[in-house]
């Protein structure tokens, strides 16, 4: 066992919601007074397009973007393309939190302009925005290897964003944003499908991407939500109730454009392409390209923390373990919050060290540490193995990286190092993570592993289970609200009780060694800072999605305003509504405890 450093308040707070990473360039003073943007024009003057500029247009792409057909793409960095609007597009939603963040007014979201551009119309904007946008390419590996099947020409050049499309960068009280449509049609990496994302779907998006960043989970944030009035694409999906691994019918579903927003979107695929064209020298440019996208990611997504005087050998060096950190804290906070990504390939995890892609996601209600939402993630992106994705996905990124240090063999030692101290940097974040959620200073293995035993047996609802116990219980009886109980005889029963109770004993002394420094009720406030009393429940959002698509928003908003204060304790009324255990009929039903495709 590992000893850990203090946690103190401050620090366990910040470092276990380590959000901070992505706001560099972070806004002084006149910028906070930015005067609001009120209308399309005023975000159009602080348009600055630095992807466009720095990177390399594809150069087979035809010139005014209408590049709707799968097709090879064999270099350059981006493919010009024009959004395809959704037909009859219906505001229902953006977060108010980030608009206010953004200073952009509360009700430029249902403006006209406003509503045109993000539901996918772009022919009308503002100068000097552009009338096209922009999808890229990049690579695939599930669990660090490399797959080129899933591409339709079988070489890996017709994979890449095959429905997201960013139609403008930003930069706003001093901070750098990328805006990209999800939905908003296909691009030349459609691999033939429509290019479309539904309701439901944006909905799941849209909503986890504001209460992750509200629980201080580094995630690409939500815009806006608009919803087309006749349009409809079929996917599958299940009858109700149904108990089908896989989808059991086929739907009509209507079809919605969610705009996301992130420092950058490039992940870790993005440079993996790169670094295979120039290792395997696929073109003449292909190492100056893999350059290009690696100085970009730095100037987009690091630019605080790496000086852009350094030599190139350098900076890669500190890529790599600024990226380890960012990637160790993330992985570490959605394991704090009961997140499971479900699908982390490495083109679903962001070289800025965020969520991206809440696709097949969920979080944990009743404990399992292989938790998995999504029948075809398997083990391998289950809950409790994401540090070992992570690395997975860190091994492909260090790779990615290795053709630009070849005449440099003291910085390959280097860089493989830092990869190799990944395993190491991500078991003291969890450690760290694990004795903050508990309330201790330190990390104690035997206390933590028989939690996890008892967690399991039990089992106990996760976010329950931690916020009853951030009220420090002098008995079992509160922490009983988070038990999903069982059939099990009554000798079981009673063993697990006895466990429980000496569990609850010897947290109880590790708890009583910390008041001296520390009041009982300073500790709970501590614990109540990392363990949230509401997440997100699969059973709860599925009605909001379902009532959206006949058009009413109302508890679509009422779990948007539930989620985006998760730490925040509410009424009764709220309680009895979101700080529940998943009822037992929810349980091992398609698309509420598990889902084979969720787009
Ligand atoms: N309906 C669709 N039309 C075109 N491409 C699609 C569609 N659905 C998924 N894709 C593409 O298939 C790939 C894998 O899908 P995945 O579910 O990981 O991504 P996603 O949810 O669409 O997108 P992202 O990773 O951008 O959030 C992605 O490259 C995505 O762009
Ligand atoms: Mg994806």
Same mark, same amino acid.
């Given at each position: 066992?590992?000893?850990? *450093?203090?946690?103190?308040?401050?620090?366990?707070?910040?470092?276990?919601?380590?959000?901070?990473?992505?706001?560099? *360039?972070?806004?002084?003073?006149?910028?906070?007074?930015?005067?609001?943007?009120?209308?399309?024009?005023?975000?159009?003057?602080?348009?600055?397009?630095?992807?466009?500029?720095?990177?390399?247009?594809?150069?087979?792409?035809?010139? $005014?973007?209408?590049?709707?057909?799968?097709?090879?793409?064999?270099?350059?960095?981006?493919?010009?393309?024009?959004?395809?609007?959704?037909?009859?597009?219906?505001?229902?939603?953006?977060?108010?939190?980030?608009?206010?963040? =953004?200073?952009?007014?509360?009700?430029? %979201?249902?403006?006209?302009?406003?509503?045109?551009?993000?539901?996918? $119309?772009?022919?009308?904007?503002?100068?000097?925005?552009?009338?096209?946008?922009?999808?890229?390419?990049?690579?695939?590996?599930? @669990?660090?290897?490399?797959?080129?099947?899933?591409?339709?020409?079988?070489?890996?050049?017709?994979?890449?964003?095959?429905?997201?499309?960013?139609?403008?960068?930003?930069?706003?009280?001093?901070?750098?944003?990328?805006?990209?449509?999800?939905?908003?049609?296909?691009?030349?990496?459609?691999?033939?499908?429509?290019?479309? %994302?539904?309701?439901?779907?944006?909905?799941?998006?849209?909503?986890?991407?504001?209460?992750?960043?509200?629980?201080?989970?580094?995630?690409?944030?939500?815009?806006?939500?608009?919803?087309?009035?006749?349009?409809?694409?079929?996917?599958?999906?299940?009858?109700?109730?149904?108990?089908?691994?896989?989808?059991?019918?086929?739907? +009509?579903?209507?079809?919605?454009?969610?705009?996301?927003?992130?420092?950058?979107?490039?992940?870790?695929?993005?440079?993996?392409?790169?670094?295979?064209? %120039?290792?395997?020298?696929?073109?003449?440019?292909?190492?100056?390209?893999?350059?290009?996208?690696?100085?970009?990611?730095?100037?987009?997504?690091?630019?605080?923390?790496?000086?852009?005087?350094?030599?190139?050998?350098?900076?890669? =060096?500190?890529?790599?373990?600024?990226?380890?950190?960012?990637?160790?804290?993330?992985?570490?906070?959605?394991?704090?919050?009961?997140?499971?990504?479900?699908?982390?390939?490495?083109?679903?995890?962001?070289?800025?060290?965020?969520?991206?892609?809440?696709?097949?996601?969920?979080?944990?209600?009743?404990?399992?540490?292989?938790?998995?939402?999504?029948?075809?993630?398997?083990?391998?992106?289950?809950?409790?193995?994401?540090? +070992?994705?992570?690395?997975?996905?860190?091994?492909?990124?260090?790779? %990615?990286?290795?053709?630009?240090?070849?005449?440099?063999?003291?910085?390959?030692?280097?860089?493989?190092?830092?990869?190799?101290?990944?395993?190491?940097?991500?078991?003291?974040?969890?450690?760290?993570?694990?004795?903050?959620?508990?309330?201790?200073?330190?990390?104690?293995?035997?206390?933590? *592993?028989?939690?996890?035993?008892?967690?399991?047996?039990?089992?106990?609802?996760?976010?329950?289970?931690?916020?009853? =116990?951030?009220?420090?219980?002098?008995?079992?009886?509160?922490?009983?609200?988070?038990? @999903?109980?069982?059939?099990?005889?009554?000798?079981?029963?009673?063993?697990?009780?006895?466990?429980?109770?000496?569990?609850?004993?010897?947290?109880?002394?590790?708890?009583?060694?910390?008041?001296?420094?520390?009041?009982?009720?300073?500790?709970?406030?501590?614990?109540?800072?990392?363990?949230?009393?509401?997440?997100?429940?699969?059973?709860?959002?599925?009605?909001?999605?379902?009532?959206?698509? $006949?058009?009413?928003?109302?508890?679509?908003?009422?779990?948007?305003?539930?989620?985006?204060?998760?730490?925040?304790?509410?009424?009764? $009324?709220?309680?009895?509504?979101? @700080?529940?255990?998943?009822?037992?009929?929810?349980?091992?039903?398609?698309?509420?405890?598990?889902?084979?495709?969720?787009?």
């Amino acid at each position: 066992m590992k000893a850990n *450093n203090k946690i103190g308040s401050t620090t366990a707070d910040n470092e276990l919601k380590p959000d901070d990473s992505q706001s560099h *360039n972070g806004p002084n003073t006149a910028e906070k007074n930015a005067p609001t943007i009120a209308t399309l024009d005023d975000l159009a003057k602080l348009t600055n397009y630095s992807l466009l500029e720095a990177l390399n247009c594809d150069p087979d792409a035809t010139v $005014d973007g209408v590049d709707h057909n799968p097709r090879q793409v064999f270099s350059g960095h981006y493919v010009p393309v024009k959004p395809t609007p959704i037909e009859n597009p219906e505001y229902v939603a953006h977060s108010k939190d980030f608009f206010q963040e =953004l200073g952009l007014a509360d009700d430029l %979201a249902q403006s006209e302009a406003f509503l045109r551009l993000f539901s996918g $119309d772009i022919s009308q904007v503002p100068e000097p925005m552009r009338d096209h946008g922009w999808a890229c390419g990049y690579a695939l590996s599930i @669990y660090g290897t490399e797959y080129t099947q899933q591409c339709p020409f079988k070489t890996g050049n017709g994979y890449g964003d095959g429905r997201a499309i960013s139609i403008l960068e930003a930069v706003i009280k001093g901070r750098r944003w990328e805006m990209q449509l999800k939905g908003g049609g296909r691009t030349p990496y459609c691999r033939g499908a429509d290019g479309r %994302a539904v309701l439901r779907s944006s909905v799941r998006e849209f909503l986890a991407q504001e209460h992750m960043h509200a629980l201080g989970v580094p995630t690409s944030r939500s815009l806006s939500l608009y919803v087309s009035k006749s349009e409809k694409v079929k996917r599958p999906w299940y009858s109700e109730g149904s108990h089908s691994l896989d989808p059991d019918r086929w739907v +009509m579903e209507p079809v919605a454009i969610s705009t996301r927003v992130a420092p950058s979107f490039i992940r870790v695929g993005q440079l993996e392409l790169f670094g295979r064209r %120039a290792r395997k020298q696929e073109h003449p440019q292909a190492m100056i390209e893999l350059k290009q996208l690696v100085l970009h990611l730095i100037d987009r997504e690091y630019s605080q923390v790496i000086d852009p005087s350094l030599s190139l050998e350098a900076k890669i =060096l500190l890529l790599a373990r600024a990226f380890r950190d960012r990637l160790t804290s993330l992985v570490a906070n959605w394991i704090r919050v009961g997140y499971c990504q479900g699908n982390f390939n490495s083109d679903n995890c962001a070289a800025g060290g965020f969520t991206l892609d809440y696709g097949p996601y969920g979080f944990c209600q009743a404990f399992h540490p292989y938790f998995q939402p999504w029948t075809g993630g398997g083990r391998h992106f289950s809950f409790f193995n994401q540090p +070992m994705a992570a690395e997975r996905n860190f091994q492909m990124f260090c790779s %990615a990286l290795r053709p630009l240090l070849e005449t440099h063999s003291e910085a390959v030692v280097q860089l493989d190092e830092i990869q190799e101290g990944f395993t190491e940097v991500m078991q003291t974040k969890l450690e760290k993570m694990w004795a903050a959620k508990l309330g201790l200073n330190t990390f104690n293995a035997e206390l933590f *592993n028989e939690l996890i035993m008892l967690m399991l047996q039990t089992p106990v609802d996760y976010t329950i289970f931690f916020r009853e =116990l951030s009220n420090l219980p002098n008995d079992m009886m509160p922490l009983t609200k988070s038990f @999903y109980t069982e059939a099990m005889s009554k000798s079981e029963s009673q063993q697990l009780d006895a466990r429980w109770a000496d569990w609850l004993t010897q947290w109880t002394s590790l708890i009583a060694e910390r008041t001296p420094q520390l009041s009982r009720d300073e500790i709970s406030s501590q614990m109540k800072c990392v363990n949230p009393k509401y997440t997100l429940r699969e059973w709860q959002v599925a009605p909001a999605y379902q009532q959206a698509s $006949d058009g009413d928003y109302a508890l679509l908003r009422e779990i948007q305003d539930v989620m985006t204060q998760p730490y925040t304790e509410k009424s009764k $009324d709220v309680d009895d509504k979101y @700080y529940r255990l998943q009822p037992a009929a929810f349980f091992e039903v398609g698309g509420l405890s598990h889902y084979s495709c969720s787009s």
